[in-house]
């Protein structure tokens, strides 16, 4: 189970979502389209702000970048890489069995 957020993305987040230190930033999987894991119905949500249940995280330039306890299931399967490329998020699934 690996969730990591690069330096280039966090602050990709800062910049564009005029986030400051202590702020969190939630993912979350919705029913929806696809994303290219093993679960091909699910979309990636995001919002802004803190729940009391968070299950994966990872803090990066000061913003806490996380999943709730309802949607870490993701990662018995999939790990999860949020980078920077050309200038936009790009999210980089890969099979944790690898």
Known sequence: MKFAV?????NWYK???DLDNGDYVQYYLQIYGGIPTSHPNYSLGMS????????VKDEVEGITFYFNDDNSWLFNECDLSVVV???ELEFIF???ED
């Open 94 to 96: 890969t099979n944790n």
């Open 85 to 87: 490329k050309n200038g």
């Open 15 to 17: 910049k564009e979502m």
């Open 48 to 55: 802004i702000g803190k729940t009391e249940n968070i299950g």
């Open 6 to 10: 690069s330096k280039q993305a966090a």
